[in-house]
């Protein structure tokens, strides 16, 4: 059974760094992209970026470059999301999701994490 | 503004049918890239409804169904039920954009 778990909620203050992580299990992790989702409170779903663990090819929405780092630990079956410097509107929940597909074009999201929530506060 | 147009709400009594429609452009629905729709009840991670315009994962009730033409896509629900009632999303591919693109959201009201 496919399987993605997301690490636990956080809460943290503007300006601190974060990252949390996604776990694959039960399929070959090194052979699907792993994507990021952003859900921010009552919106609707963002793409941010997906990674491809077999040799970290990353790609990032326009919107998010430059905001966040998607990386992947392939030993451990772990794709992450970082941030540098968390802001009040980074406070949302984020979702990582197993991508499916023939082609980048035909790609969707077949497999979701069950959501990490990030809370920024002061 | 999403790349792809949804009415924020629509409704319907059940056991009736709705259509959802995702409305994009040259660069998105109208290229040529499928469609996928997604349902996400309260709370909880979205989920895989309809992938490639038209197919149904496993599980998933053959009351959904899709469907796409020109530079739109449409979901159907029919035999509406009251668990029916939650958001839904599509989501494509754009060129223009580089990346994965979502439609803002429909809200099912169940009558």
């Known amino acids: 059974e496919v399987q993605l778990v997301q690490s636990g909620a956080e809460v943290k203050k503007p300006g601190e760094s974060l990252k949390i992580s996604c776990k694959g299990s039960g399929y070959i992790f090194t052979n699907y992209w792993i994507g990021w989702v952003r859900q921010m409170p009552g919106k609707g779903l963002e793409w941010m970026g997906i990674i491809y663990p077999a040799d970290s090819d990353t790609r990032y929405s326009p919107s998010f470059e430059g905001q966040v780092t998607i990386s992947v630990d392939e030993s451990i079956s772990t794709a992450y999301l970082q941030w540098s410097s968390l802001m009040a509107s980074d406070t949302a929940m984020y979702y990582c999701?197993?991508?499916?597909?023939?082609?980048?074009?035909?790609?969707?999201?077949?497999?979701w994490g069950q959501g990490t929530l990030v809370s920024v506060s002061s | 503004q999403s790349v792809l147009t949804q009415p924020p709400s629509v409704s319907g009594a059940p056991g009736q049918r709705v259509t959802i429609s995702c409305t994009g452009s040259?660069?998105?629905?109208?290229?040529?890239?499928?469609v996928h729709w997604y349902q996400q009840l309260p709370g909880t991670a979205p989920k895989l409804l309809i992938f490639?315009?038209?197919s149904r994962p496993s599980g998933v009730p053959d009351r959904f169904s899709g469907s796409k033409s020109g530079t739109s896509a449409s979901l159907a629900i029919t035999g509406l039920q009251a668990e029916d009632e939650t958001d839904y999303y599509c989501?494509?591919?754009?060129?223009?954009?580089?990346?994965?693109?979502f439609g803002g959201g429909t809200k099912l009201t169940v009558l």
């Open positions: 989501q494509s591919y754009d060129s223009s954009l580089s990346g994965w693109v």
């Open positions: 490639g315009n038209s």
């Open positions: 040259s660069s998105n629905i109208g290229a040529g890239f499928d």
């Open positions: 999701a197993r991508l499916s597909g023939y082609d980048l074009g035909s790609y969707y999201f077949g497999y």
